[in-house]
């Protein structure tokens, strides 16, 4: 297997037909889905989407993206994890392996703070075991 960590747009197709594949397995996961893809397409071209890759014989088995941008409350990098999937018969020490190269190419690009938001705490689980932990809490309301 082979990991990557590139900026979004070169990939975008390869992406959203590897989403397209797992859609039923993705949505138990983040929900109905209308992903704006214009909007991650525009943010990677200006240099602020990229996404880390795993891929087996050339095909995309696991990727993990982000939108990085600057907290002007703290004067530093954040990069805000917007995904992250790896195929059921791939997770577990992959999805370990994911997340650490991701996070070390973060660093490599001047961020200095990694954000997930989960739905999922097994995520969480392998969260912790790089050194990441529960900083906030996350509030929401939708709009109807």
């Known amino acids: 297997m082979e990991f990557h960590f590139v900026p979004y747009h070169p990939v975008s197709q390869r992406i959203k037909k590897k989403i397209h594949e797992v859609q039923g397995e993705f949505e138990e996961t983040y929900g109905a889905i209308k992903i704006d893809w214009d909007y991650f397409e525009q943010s990677s071209r200006a240099g602020h989407a990229y996404i880390a890759l795993i ?3 050339q095909e995309i088995v696991g990727f993990s993206g982000f939108l990085i941008n600057r907290n002007a409350h703290h004067e530093l990098m954040e990069a805000d994890n917007v995904v992250i999937f790896v195929d059921k018969n791939k997770r577990g020490i ?3 392996k994911l997340i650490k190269f ?10 200095h703070q990694v954000n997930y938001v989960l739905k999922d705490e097994r995520i969480g689980k392998l969260l912790s075991r ?12 939708k709009y109807e």
Not at 104 to 109: A, F, G, P, S, V
Request: no cysteine.
């Open 55 to 57: 891929l087996d014989n």
């Open 94 to 96: 992959t999805s370990l």
């Open 102 to 111: 991701a996070n070390q190419k973060l660093k490599e690009l001047g961020v």
């Open 130 to 141: 790089q050194g990441f932990k529960p900083e906030f809490t996350t509030w929401s309301y």
